[in-house]
Every structure is written in C-alpha cells, then in structure tokens.
C-alpha cells in the first residue's frame, strides 16, 4: 500500500476520533446534570448535602418518587397538564396547517400582509401578551378553567411559518390533477398535502407538547385550584413543602419530566427532519 494512502487513512481515523470525542464531551456535559438529578432523588438528605458529593447511590432511596407522586399530588397534576397540553397541541396543528395551506393555495387580497402580520407576532414576548390576555379570560368568565389554559394558544405564528414553508415545496402540477378530478380544498390537504408533510407535522406536534407542557407563568395566573392546575404549579408547591427534603423534590422533577423525555427519545428523528424541511424555500 502506498505510502499516500496510508497516511491519508490515519488523518481520517484521526480526524472521525477527534470528532468522536468532541461529540462524547459534548454529550457528558448535556447529560451529567440530569444524571446528577436522579442520584439526588436516590440519596437521603443528608447524602446530597455531604461534602464531597456522592456521585452513585450505594443504598438507593426508591421510595422517593412514591412520596414525591403522593405528597405533590402529581397524578392530579399530571393529568391536568396532559388535557391541557393535548388540547393545545391539537388546535395549535390544526390552525397552523389551515392558515398555512390558505397562504399557499389561495389567492385572496392581503395575503402577503395577513402573513406579515403572522410573522411579527413571533417578535411579541409572551409576557407582553399577559396582561390583555388575562383581561380577555376574566372578561369572558374562564378564570380557573381548562379552556382558560388553553384558548390563548390556539394558534402559532412559528406554526404557520413552519408549514408554508414546507407547502411551498409542493409541486402545483398535483393540484391541478387535483382540482381536474373535482377533489376540493379540505379533501386535497388532508389526503395529499398532509400526508405528505407528515414529518414536518408531526415535529410540530412535538414542539408544541414541550412548549405547552413546560408552561408556568400563564397557569399560574389563570389558576386557583389543584382541580385545574398544570404539574409546574405542583413542582413548585412539591417544592414549598419539602424545603428540606432535596430528594423528593428532585423525584418530582423526574416525574414530571418523564413524558417529556419519552416523546424525546422516541422522536428525535422527525423533530430534527421536520423542523429543517423546506427551510430554505421562498
């Protein structure tokens, strides 16, 4: 073998081991604060606190995610913030791909504006919106309700965005076979369109559940009871009354977080591709 070649085969396994290693630090440090976070929730109290920390738990604590689920009332909680989290993201998906195929299928007068218009909300900090937000519920009589949580996110400017982009990335020639045998608007996005942006969709959806299932303020000021009370409000209140017990409130954490990380891992995939499709049409 060449003298070239081998030398060129040893830069390239030197370079895929630097790259390797790269990726692995990277990931310890993403990955050692939610490895720290589970070791707490099996230690004792006085083990989080000892110096120097303990790194592996010899004597885990499972009993801590049962005190944590039974003194937070996070079955309460959790079911609160699935209602409200599914619900948003149903109607959040369901404006978005209607407002999107509008802009990119039908031609009616402002159009480019109306999107604008769409555009500039995502330039609106949420803290702005409050306050109006807040006058507008009380004002219909929602206060403490789950459509209190839920009506102020019924539709997504990123959404919209996100979906035209990827329609505009339809090819025309299939609506005109479409509009030649008599298949209407509904019946052409929801059998053609839609299926095929599937992945773009379904990323979305995910999206969506994160924002919608991490959300603290709004319920926390739209709220009064644990009747209606998302699992945030109860993490803080888990929080409050197990000041000293470090462990049960990290338990509580896990909990919490766990729907949050199974969507994660088992669709990690179609959030990356779907969030990238069609990212550089016009």
Not at 56 to 71: H, K
Not at 126 to 139: K, M, S, V
Request: charged content about 10%; some cysteine.
């Amino acid at each position: 073998m060449p003298a070239t070649e081998v030398s060129a085969r040893r830069t390239r396994h030197l370079r895929l081991a630097v790259r390797y290693a790269v990726l692995i630090g990277a990931a310890a440090v993403v990955l050692f604060p939610i490895y720290i976070t589970i070791v707490d929730a099996l230690l004792t109290p006085q083990q989080i606190t000892h110096r120097p920390p303990t790194l592996f738990p010899t004597d885990p604590q499972w009993n801590t995610f049962v005190t944590a689920f039974r003194q937070g009332s996070l079955g309460i909680y959790l079911r609160n913030s699935a209602i409200v989290t599914f619900a948003i993201v149903a109607l959040e998906v369901t404006t978005s791909v209607l407002a999107a195929y509008a802009f990119v299928f039908l031609k009616f007068p402002a159009r480019k504006v109306l999107f604008f218009a769409c555009l500039a909300t995502l330039m609106v900090p949420g803290e702005a919106t409050l306050i109006p937000n807040y006058q507008t519920i009380n004002g219909l009589g929602l206060l403490n309700t789950f459509p209190s949580l839920i009506l102020p996110f019924v539709a997504s400017g990123i959404g919209i965005f996100l979906f035209r982009q990827a329609f505009l990335g339809f090819p025309p020639e299939l609506r005109d076979a479409a509009q030649l045998d008599g298949c209407g608007h509904l019946k052409f996005l929801f059998r053609i369109v839609a299926p095929i942006n599937r992945s773009v969709i379904a990323a979305f959806a995910l999206f969506a559940f994160l924002s919608a299932w991490n959300q603290y303020l709004w319920p926390l000021v739209v709220t009064q009871t644990d009747s209606v009370r998302t699992v945030q409000i109860g993490l803080r209140q888990l929080s409050g009354a197990n000041f000293s017990q470090f462990n049960v409130v990290f338990a509580g954490t896990i909990l919490a977080a766990l729907p949050i990380a199974i969507l994660l891992l088992l669709f990690q995939r179609q959030l990356v591709a779907g969030l990238t499709a069609g990212a550089v049409k016009g």
